[in-house]
């Protein structure tokens, strides 16, 4: 059973006293530390918040010039294609030239054949017609 009794009190006293020595030299420290952790805590995540910041910012800053790389890239390869399609057009305009002034000197040269063969064979023709008359009729044309 329990009695009341000066004892009560100085067990009350007893615990008051350790309550504040537990305070000054255990709860006080603990909760310093544990609030010194949790600023550290907060401190590192805005700290990687911010370098996450940073990350994007670079990023979207390489992605620009990524960008504009493949842009300046594209321009000059349409460039050269550009020029690639006008060296071609210009080699075949002057190969369709050289090929037309071949063709009119090929034509020139068969159709100056063709007039010589065309005399020789006038020049041939009469004494031709003679022999072969000579030969079907069988006897001299005067």
Do not use: C
């Amino acid at each position: 059973m329990i009695s009341v009794d000066w004892t009560l009190g100085l067990q009350f006293l007893n615990f008051v006293i350790l309550m504040i020595i537990l305070n000054v030299l255990l709860y006080r420290p603990l909760k310093k530390i544990m609030a010194e952790r949790h600023e550290a805590i907060d401190g590192s995540h805005a700290k990687a918040k911010g370098l996450e910041a940073q990350i994007d910012e670079k990023m979207s800053a390489y992605q620009q010039q990524l960008n504009e790389a493949k842009a300046l890239a594209n321009a000059e390869r349409n460039a050269l294609r550009k020029a690639a399609a006008e060296e071609e057009a210009k080699i075949l305009s002057e190969a369709h030239g050289k090929a037309t002034v071949q063709l009119q000197g090929i034509k020139q040269q068969v159709a100056d054949e063709a007039t010589k063969a065309e005399q020789t064979l006038k020049a041939e023709v009469e004494t031709l017609a003679g022999q072969i008359a000579t030969k079907v009729l069988g006897r001299n044309l005067a």
